[in-house]
């Protein structure tokens, strides 16, 4: 209960209030009936208010004094249940009897805005008795600004550590490793351990080593290290990898204590240097042994390139027109380049620049003039732009054009000769040129009844759209078109049928168009007398229940209505004409080409088969018949009967898919009678491990997706990767994911993948999780740690529905199964709505239990065993006495297999055996150490009490972790930063 402050207690507060007039920050105090007792200089500086103004007034004025209106104090809630008083601060914590809090004020004594931090306790008399309390307020503006500047600068920091992903070591005087970062494992396959408390040389290729060595020597005496320094690092594997060293002393009041440096892979560089010097080297042979001749200029029409090929061309050697200007080698005529296009290349911006082939003359070195063909690309290289051409002589070619225009009369007197029709139209289709063949072909009396009228003239009607379409192809796109048919009207009024070919050509310097013409007029009345004794043929095959084909050369010449039902032909479609490999499934094409080609080359006369097909609407099903060797209009042809099997088909299939089934049922059921006492990677002859066993074998036989629950270190992966191996999607990939390692804002792209520029820093198209794992095994390591939103997308990726790399539009189907992992209990995330129900239950199909070690102490032993010829020296035995075996099987084992490893680890390499303080071990042999003792927690001030208490926590939570500092950090909820900085002021590092 708090007493009302009179004159003898407030005596026994002087000492107090003495003290609060000099604190640096803006502090009051006010007794049990609210009116103000101390008001100290930092408040009169702050609110400009004189302390005799205030002393003995009510503390409500205090408000209105410091933040410029009416508002509830934080010291209200020292005295009284003012609830309200909390709305008022961001942040709020109470702490027995003091409460701390943090605010935003925009109307505060400055009449800027400001953050604010205040701290309100009671003021008790030396009784014990409350009489008052006490506020003091501080603005940490400038602190909050410069922890988000700080927080920013870290996060870049830390982005750019991520992106170059540089090895960052530490060494002492001596060059023994104190510190190197864990990227170290990605790039030499170390991991960190390995590495500190060895000479760094040790890791230098031995031609290397002693030149780091000295490079160290004269940075610890001179200061001074030239950046870049390129080595060869030893890997874990003993291989060697290029690496960029770069270092600077670490000076300490004058002295050098030390050196810290990064390290950078360049194997890549240097390999793509490599490549590079190689692709030069083809470059250059190759423009040197080129025909042609090969320029580049600057951007000033400098020779900065001269081939062999150009020298042979121009008569000048290389040392000779190397720098000189390109003009030297043209024709004075030509010289206006930028009028001819040659220059452009000065005037375009960065990327490449190819220029149509043009012609012009070029001018040699003893003054004569020659043909040449140029083509010129233009790059921009640096701060300069370069053109690069390439040069041919085309004196031979400019006489043989001319040969062929001397020879185009003689073309005349030959076409003459063609039994077939030949005739030359210009673009518009207006014959300029026939033949007597062509004048036969017409009905005409000479070439002067056809040459001057349109082809259009002749063509019949129905024909006209696709001629002008095939004319506009031929005169626009210089491409000719195959042998088809069409239809002519003569000039004596008779239509015939036609087969024509035409192909672009240049007659008498005009672009024009050639046609030759054969009249199949009573080819094609045979070819109509055939079809009509095919029809008869059909109406007697249109009653057969099997698919009736005949085929020659692979292509269908006849099917009948079975035939058409079986493979979902609609009217509309004309089958007739089409291979018959377009409806056979892949996979049997090759088998059916085979039995068809060596019916048609006469091996066999007929034969069986039994081949899966494919209707026109995709849809397959299973067919076998017969082929046989038929005459058919003078030519031999296959006659096929086609019969649907699917139903018998999927019935063997089916038998002998059962039978595979029970074979690698079989053997798994043998396996698991055999060597029970471990699994895989798998340890423990327990009942508890036979059960997990037993499951296992299960699991894998299934395809079902699995849940395992058990405590950090029980070998959670090793059950996964065990089912994973026994089960048929073995052969393919088997991806762990630590669910709680990735951070917020990389989840999808890492499960999803992404394209390239999806996002900044999105360099290049990656493969997410589901892509690896495609066709195997997911693992999903503490799947307790997935947030919502990527719960939501995990589910229907796995459920059918699909998902969409970052940047793409494509959407993927998976082909996976989820093998989750936790030691948490997912049912209680469910209930507090950390987990979705749906995907709990979709992944909580096949659960299975691993046990913590102390619920199968009878498999300790073989674990020893184990972890001895693991880590035991070559060649000998490592016995262990039997007060550290007692020792071993008496402990709870908090960290399970994963601690009894690193604990006999420790024991093989040190001697010493350490365990986790919440069991106390007598010492034994081999200096097996006990518990720290706990230390005394001076009670005489509450700062001294909470500092004890905090150093107490920070140790028995870094035991707890096996003093990895990010995982101690993340059960603390604070920065690895404030850990490492709190370790060191209670001297733990």
């Not at 209200?76 to 961001?90: G, I, Q, R, T």
């Not at 994973?724 to 990389?746: K, T, Y």
């Not at 009670?939 to 926590?953: H, V």
């Not at 995982?967 to 490492?980: E, M, P, Q």
């Amino acid at each position: 209960m708090c007493t009302r402050v009179k004159n003898n207690v407030l005596s026994d507060c002087e000492v107090f209030l003495d003290i609060v007039e000099f604190l640096p920050d803006a502090t009051f105090a006010i007794d049990c009936g609210g009116e103000v007792i101390a008001w100290n200089k930092a408040m009169e500086e702050i609110t400009g208010i004189p302390k005799w103004n205030v002393i003995g007034t009510k503390y409500n004025t205090v408000a209105v004094f410091f933040y410029k209106e009416q508002r509830p104090l934080l010291i209200d809630l020292v005295l009284s249940d003012h609830k309200e008083a909390e709305s008022f601060y961001k942040y709020f914590d109470r702490k027995g009897d003091v409460i701390y809090a943090e605010s935003y004020s925009p109307s505060v004594y400055n009449g800027q805005g400001a953050y604010l931090w205040a701290k309100a306790s009671p003021l008790y008399d030396k009784n014990g008795n409350v009489i008052g309390a006490v506020e003091t307020i501080r603005d940490v503006t400038d602190l909050k600004l410069a922890n988000e500047a700080l927080r920013a600068s870290e996060s870049k920091y830390r982005q750019l550590v991520e992106d170059i992903n540089d090895v960052i070591y530490e060494l002492d005087r001596d060059g023994i490793v104190t510190y190197i970062s864990p990227s170290v494992q990605e790039i030499a396959g170390y991991v960190p351990e390995e590495i500190i408390n060895n000479n760094f040389a040790v890791f230098i290729h031995s031609d290397d080593r002693q030149r780091l060595i000295d490079e160290y020597q004269d940075i610890l005496s001179d200061h001074v290290w030239e950046p870049g320094k390129e080595f060869r690092i030893i890997t874990a594997t003993g291989d060697h990898k290029w690496a960029q060293i770069s270092v600077r002393p670490v000076i300490d009041e004058n002295q050098v204590v030390g050196l810290r440096g990064v390290l950078r892979d360049i194997s890549k560089y240097k390999q793509a240097e490599e490549s590079l010097r190689l692709s030069d080297e083809k470059y250059r042979e190759l423009v040197n042994t080129t025909v042609d001749g090969v320029i580049s200029v600057d951007s000033d029409m400098k020779i900065i390139l001269w081939n062999p090929g150009a020298e042979k061309l121009f008569g000048y050697a290389e040392q000779e027109i190397m720098g000189q200007s390109l003009l030297k080698i043209v024709p004075g005529r030509y010289r206006n380049v930028k009028e001819d296009g040659f220059a452009e290349f000065s005037k375009n911006g960065t990327g490449l620049v190819v220029f149509k082939t043009f012609e012009l003359y070029g001018l040699r070195r003893d003054g004569s003039e020659f043909p040449l063909e140029l083509s010129v690309s233009s790059r921009k290289m640096g701060t300069t732009h370069v053109a690069t051409a390439i040069l041919r002589d085309i004196t031979d070619r400019k006489q043989k054009e001319k040969t062929i225009r001397e020879s185009e009369e003689r073309y005349r007197q030959l076409v003459d000769l063609s039994p077939d029709a030949i005739g030359v139209t210009n673009s518009e289709g207006v014959f300029v040129f026939v033949n007597d063949a062509a004048v036969k072909l017409m009905a005409a009396k000479s070439p002067d009844d056809i040459v001057g009228k349109s082809f259009f003239t002749f063509l019949y009607p129905d024909f006209h759209v696709g001629g002008k379409k095939l004319l506009a192809r031929l005169t626009d796109k210089k491409i000719g078109f195959p042998l088809t048919e069409t239809r002519l009207i003569r000039l004596d009024g008779e239509t015939i049928d036609v087969e024509m070919a035409a192909t672009p050509m240049t007659y008498k310097g005009e672009a024009s168009v050639q046609a030759v013409v054969r009249d199949i007029t009573e080819r094609k009345r045979k070819e109509k007398a055939l079809r009509e004794s095919e029809e008869r043929y059909r109406i007697l095959t249109e009653h057969v229940a099997d698919g009736v084909a005949l085929t020659r050369n692979g292509k269908l010449l006849f099917v009948n209505q079975s035939f058409v039902s079986m493979f979902g032909i609609a009217p509309s479609q004309d089958i007739i004409g089409k291979s018959t490999l377009d409806l056979v499934v892949d996979e049997y094409r090759k088998g059916f080409v085979e039995l068809m080609e060596g019916l048609e080359n006469g091996i066999n006369t007929h034969s069986m088969f039994q081949v899966k097909c494919r209707t026109v609407d995709n849809r397959e099903f299973w067919a076998e018949g017969y082929h046989n060797i038929i005459q058919w209009d003078g030519a031999q042809v296959i006659l096929s009967n086609f019969r649907d099997v699917t139903e018998r088909k999927l019935h063997e299939l089916f038998e002998e898919e059962e039978r595979d089934r029970l074979q690698k049922e079989n053997i798994r059921l043998r396996t698991s009678i055999k060597d029970r006492y471990r699994l895989g990677r798998i340890i423990g002859k327990s009942p508890a491990m036979q059960a997990v066993y037993e499951i296992i074998h299960r699991a894998a036989a299934s395809d079902a997706n699995v849940i395992i629950y058990g405590e950090s270190g029980t070998g959670k992966e090793l059950v996964a990767h065990a089912i994973h191996d026994m089960s048929d999607r073995n052969d393919s990939e088997f991806v762990p994911v630590n669910c709680g390692a990735i951070p917020e804002n990389l989840l999808e792209s890492e499960f999803f993948g992404h394209k390239k520029g999806a996002f900044t820093g999105a360099h290049m198209d990656k493969h997410g999780y589901l892509d690896i794992a495609e066709g195997g095994s997911l693992f999903l390591d503490e799947i307790g740690e997935l947030g919502l939103n990527i719960q939501v997308k995990l589910l229907r990726a796995v459920e059918g529905g699909g998902y969409t790399p970052l940047g793409s539009t494509q959407v993927r189907k998976s082909n996976i199964r989820i093998i989750a992992a936790t030691n948490r209990d997912l049912m209680d995330q469910v209930r507090k709505g950390m987990m979705r129900e749906d995907l709990f239950y979709r992944i909580h199909i096949i659960p299975i239990r691993v046990p913590a070690l102390r619920a199968r102490r009878e498999d300790i032993p073989l674990l020893i065993e184990h972890f001895l010829k693991l880590y035991g020296k070559e060649n000998s035995t490592t016995a262990i006495p039997g007060k550290i075996m007692d020792a071993l099987y008496k402990y709870d084992w908090p960290g399970n297999v994963r601690e009894l490893q690193n604990v006999l680890h420790r024991y093989l390499t040190i001697g010493t055996l350490d365990f986790m303080p919440s069991i106390s071990v007598s010492p034994v042999e081999n200096n097996i150490f006990s518990d720290r003792e706990k230390e005394p927690i001076n009670m005489s001030d509450l700062n001294s009490a909470i500092e004890n208490y905090e150093r107490s926590l920070i140790m028995k939570t870094l035991d707890q972790c096996q003093w990895h500092r990010n995982k101690a950090a993340s059960v603390l909820g604070i920065s690895r930063n404030t850990l490492f900085r709190k370790m060191k002021n209670h001297e733990l590092i």
